[in-house]
């Protein structure tokens, strides 16, 4: 699930970071209202405090290994932080997943002692709002909730997440990131499973969510950790096709329809000096017709690479620089 969520409601900024709260939020509040009273709102003003922390967290943990994090958006089943890039190192996001749950952990614990205080072993049993202290006994239910359910090895989910991680110590990023989407897919049926049995929709729901950015982030890995792999010498045709600054008009369009080769390295005697785009002969042509030569048209300033750089380089200077071939020189 990306942060460029529409129907989002800006709260507030933190830390650099804008929380900001899907309108489907706004359900909870008037459905806690109507079933527990004024307790039922602060309830769930309280878990929103929650969530919020937990996203906090992850966020914060992100922001100092330089990720960059723009939005938090809650949601009715959670939160997402969005990230502007995944977290290179396994130990990065090791911690960056384990922060949140943490949180909750931590929490709890603070919330047990006033609980426990006030309302005696009755805080395990009780769930009705009888007092405003059963407040307190909820969200502490709540946070060991949280953390709980947030630790399930269902990635993208945090405790997907670690095992990712932990994977990626002994795997590549690739192999890992797999086996941490098949228990996200185990998880899924779990929760439909589980979720059509009790009727619980919020199950299905948290399926749905997981199921959508567990094949999105499976597939961002899978281009991203092929790219990185891949050098251009790996790529890189076997025999093409040069013009030389000389060449006529005419003679480059005969070669284009007679080769699957659109672009040209310009060589004069050996030495590259420019390169012609079909693009620019087809509109030279247009223009002077095809008595000019290739060295009154060709581009002279263009990007280069060598048959070591990787793929992702390739790509980012063609992007740059709108050419769709670009010469490797050894
Ligand atoms: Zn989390």
């Given amino acids: ?15 650099g970071i804008s929380v ?7 359900i909870l509040p008037i459905l806690f209202w109507l079933s527990m009273g004024v307790k039922g709102v602060v309830l769930i003003l309280g878990v929103f405090v929650c969530v919020t922390l937990h996203e906090l967290c992850h966020a914060l943990q992100a922001k100092k290994f330089g990720i960059r994090v723009d939005t938090i958006i809650l949601l009715p089943i959670g939160g997402v932080a969005s990230m502007g890039s995944i977290p290179d ?14 949180f909750n952990i931590i929490l709890a614990a603070i919330l047990y002692y006033p609980a426990y205080r006030f309302l005696g072993p009755d805080i395990f049993f009780s769930m009705n709002l009888t007092t405003w202290l059963h407040v307190i006994s909820y969200l502490y239910w709540l946070n060991i909730l949280l ?12 405790g997907g997440r670690i095992l990712r991680a932990l994977l990626a110590r002994v795997m590549t990023l690739q192999k890992a990131t797999r086996i941490a989407v098949s228990f996200g897919y185990l998880f899924i049926f779990l929760f439909v499973a589980w979720g059509i ?19 999105q982030e499976a597939s961002h890995v899978e281009i991203t950790e092929t ?5 251009v010498r790996d790529i890189l045709p076997n025999g093409y096709l040069s013009v030389g600054p000389d060449t006529k008009l ?19 005697s050996g030495t590259l000096v420019g390169i012609v785009t079909r693009a620019n002969i087809i509109s030279a042509i247009h223009q002077f017709g095809v008595e000019k030569t290739v060295n009154d048209i060709m581009i002279k300033d263009f990007p280069s690479a060598g ?14 620089s709108g050419l769709r071939a670009i010469p490797i020189m050894e």
């Fill in 20 to 26: 900001e709260m899907h309108i489907s939020f706004l």
């Fill in 89 to 102: 190192k396994p130990y990065q996001e090791f911690r960056i997943a384990i922060a949140g749950p943490l």
């Fill in 1 to 15: 699930l990306d942060g460029n969520m529409k129907n989002s409601i800006k709260l507030f900024r933190v830390f």
């Fill in 250 to 268: 005419s003679k480059v369009l005969e070669m284009i329809f007679h080769s699957h080769q659109e672009d040209f390295p310009v060589l004069d």
């Fill in 147 to 158: 953390a709980v359910f947030n630790l399930l090895p269902a990635f993208p989910m945090d």
């Fill in 307 to 320: 048959p070591l750089d990787s793929l992702t380089k390739i790509h980012k200077l063609m992007e740059e």
């Fill in 197 to 215: 049995m009790t009727g619980n929709i919020w199950l299905l729901i948290i399926a749905f969510f997981v199921y959508i950015s567990a094949t």
């Fill in 227 to 231: 790219l990185k792999r891949l050098r």
